[in-house]
């Protein structure tokens, strides 16, 4: 093989920072995502005193196991 057709091979950041901050975004992301889905309640909702999220979510709600009423 000639020098010309030698592939650029990128790295990649595997430093302990780079996987922390992976992790704590995945973590939060992934409780957000069961706060909206599993416990949002209308009464109770981060996002006004309606329903339209918990209704949004209802059937996935029962699917998953979490009781609404």
């Known amino acids: 093989m000639a020098n010309s057709q030698i592939a650029q091979v990128a790295t990649v950041d595997l430093s302990a920072a780079s996987a922390a901050l ?3 975004a995945t973590a939060f992301m992934a409780l957000l995502a069961l706060y909206i ?3 949002d309640q209308g ?3 981060l996002f006004g005193n309606d329903t339209h999220v918990h209704e949004f ?3 996935a ?3 998953l ?3 609404c009423h």
């Open 22 to 24: 992976w992790l704590a």
């Open 37 to 39: 889905v599993g416990i």
């Open 61 to 63: 709600r029962h699917l």
């Open 57 to 59: 979510f209802h059937d």
């Open 65 to 67: 196991g979490f009781p």
């Open 43 to 45: 009464a109770v909702s």
